[in-house]
T-cell receptor, first 118, second 113 residues
Framework: ETGVTQTPRHLVMGMTNKKSLKCEQHLGHNAMYWYKQSAKKPLELMFVYNFKEQTENNSVPSRFSPECPNSSHLFLHLHTLQPEDSALYLC?????????????????FGPGTRLTVL | SQKIEQNSEALNIQEGKTATLTCNYTNYSPAYLQWYRQDPGRGPVFLLLIRENEKEKRKERLKVTFDTTLKQSLFHITASQPADSATYLCALDTDTGRRALTFGSGTRLQVQP
């Protein structure tokens, strides 16, 4: 296991439902990420949090709402989703660190939540 | 436009042979490049990182090369085993200081016994 857990592992929801995805990391990292992975497409970065502050929102629709209450936990709140939002949602974390002035950014991924929107 | 390209067709090889996967990129100047392994329905797992000033990196049966002139990285698995069958992703830091990676779409490797 990578030290990053995600719940639930599978989620089926209707377009009018509200649900939340949870991610927890036990690695002492300070940066956390949400990615979307659709079939045959590269991982798409959605949000980045660094020391609990959102540092990036990659033009994600407002029906996805992230929350980072502390450095160990990350949530993705979902509401009024569309069928095309069905995908594998991956959470990742990475350590803060500098090596020769470069940020060192190995990412540790959770197992993902397989989301199906009906 | 910026692109990261990995061979979308699956690579099929015989057990014991060396698998070589390619990652090409355009219009980026990454400070480093990473390779990940992903099994079906699972999250990617980090394998190797290589910096722009490094030509080659090794870890057990894995070897990565990084040619910033060709804008290409090669990922080799020597003495391949059926357990190496998975999708392999390359990832670049595409904006210095931005704490995120941009991933290629991956190449699926199938090692036949």
């Amino acid at each position: 296991e990578t030290g990053v857990t995600q719940t639930p592992r599978h989620l089926v929801m209707g377009m009018t439902n509200k649900k939340s995805l949870k991610c927890e990391q036990h690695l002492g990292h300070n940066a956390m990420y949400w990615y979307k992975q659709s079939a045959k497409k590269p991982l798409e970065l959605m949000f980045v949090y660094n020391f609990k502050e959102q540092t990036e929102n990659n033009s994600v629709p407002s029906r996805f709402s992230p929350e980072c209450p502390n450095s160990s936990h990350l949530f993705l709140h979902l509401h009024t989703l569309q069928p095309e939002d069905s995908a594998l949602y991956l959470c990742a974390s990475s350590p803060e660190g500098l090596a020769g002035g470069l940020s060192y950014n190995e990412q540790f991924f959770g197992p993902g939540t397989r989301l199906t929107v009906l | 436009s910026q692109k990261i390209e990995q061979n979308s067709e699956a690579l099929n090889i015989q057990e014991g042979k060396t698998a070589t996967l390619t990652c090409n990129y355009t219009n980026y100047s990454p400070a480093y490049l990473q390779w990940y392994r992903q099994d079906p329905g699972r999250g990617p797992v980090f394998l190797l990182l290589i910096r722009e000033n490094e030509k080659e990196k090794r870890k057990e049966r894995l070897k990565v090369t990084f040619d910033t002139t060709l804008k290409q990285s090669l990922f080799h698995i020597t003495a391949s085993q059926p357990a190496d069958s998975a999708t392999y992703l390359c990832a670049l830091d595409t904006d210095t200081g931005r704490r995120a990676l941009t991933f290629g779409s991956g190449t699926r490797l199938q090692v036949q016994p």
